[in-house]
């Protein structure tokens, strides 16, 4: 089975500041990677994901994650935040070869700006 | 598209009540997934179906809670009777049935139990 761990619960940062959200996983198999946003009164949405090739995926809003194997992470980064990027973050793992399996969230991240 | 469509956006009814939420998936889609989302406990599957059969309800939390899905583009989500504890917010999401396919969620459905 995997596991996903968010490190932190909630991180306050001020606009223009870099930010990284920590996403590490557990899994005896080879995984797919994701990062879900979820904003204020909305549904999860996709916000990047890792299949294969490049260990580092980029969104079209300015973050960015590196699959790291070795130290099982997949932190996500921004260097420079602002307001609108208040949300909570997920990150979710599936693994490979595991038929239809649904993904598995960690428990989020709030990421908060701050003017 | 439309998305997926979750019907009620906001239930509040009374302890012992029955309470029916709703989904319509997006169209073409093979999965759909319900969730719960609560403070304490984070986003938790309750149960998903691939073309309209159950595949695992193990996260459904006892048998007040159930789940059907008469056809491929309308499930339901039905907790009989209803709990303050059952609070919380649903989400209806679905993909299709490629693993690495985006899974689409609705706006949830915020419900409080009183």
């Known amino acids: 089975a995997q596991s996903v761990t968010q490190l932190d619960s909630q991180v306050p940062v001020f606009e223009e500041a870099p930010v990284e959200l920590r996403c590490n996983y557990s899994?005896?198999?080879?995984?797919?990677l994701f990062w879900y946003v979820q904003y204020p009164n909305q549904g999860l949405q996709l916000l990047l994901k890792?299949?294969?090739?490049?260990?580092l995926v980029e969104s079209i809003n300015g973050f960015e994650a590196e699959f790291n194997k070795s130290q099982t992470s997949f932190h996500l980064r921004k260097p420079s935040v602002h307001i609108s990027d208040t949300a909570e973050y997920f990150c979710?793992?599936?693994?490979?070869?595991?038929?239809?399996?649904?993904?598995?969230f960690g428990k989020g991240t709030r990421l908060s700006v701050i003017a | 598209d439309a998305g997926v469509i979750q019907s009620p956006r906001h239930e509040v009814t009374e302890m012992g009540q029955e309470v029916t939420l709703r989904c319509k998936p997006i169209?073409?889609?093979?999965?759909l997934f319900w969730y719960r989302q609560t403070m304490m406990r984070g986003l938790e599957l309750l149960i998903y179906?691939?073309?309209?059969?159950?595949?695992?309800d193990s996260g459904m939390p006892e048998d007040r809670f159930s789940a059907k899905m008469p056809n491929a583009s309308f499930s339901t989500l039905k907790i009989q009777p209803s709990e303050p504890r059952d609070s919380a917010v649903y989400f209806c999401?679905?993909?299709?049935?490629?693993?690495?396919?985006?899974?689409?969620f609705g706006e949830g459905s915020r419900l409080t139990v009183l």
């Open positions: 999401a679905s993909r299709t049935g490629a693993r690495t396919g985006e899974l689409f």
């Open positions: 899994s005896s198999v080879s995984v797919y």
């Open positions: 890792y299949l294969s090739g490049s260990t």
């Open positions: 979710a793992v599936s693994a490979i070869n595991s038929g239809n399996t649904p993904l598995v």
């Open positions: 169209s073409g889609h093979d999965y």
């Open positions: 179906f691939n073309n309209n059969v159950p595949i695992d």
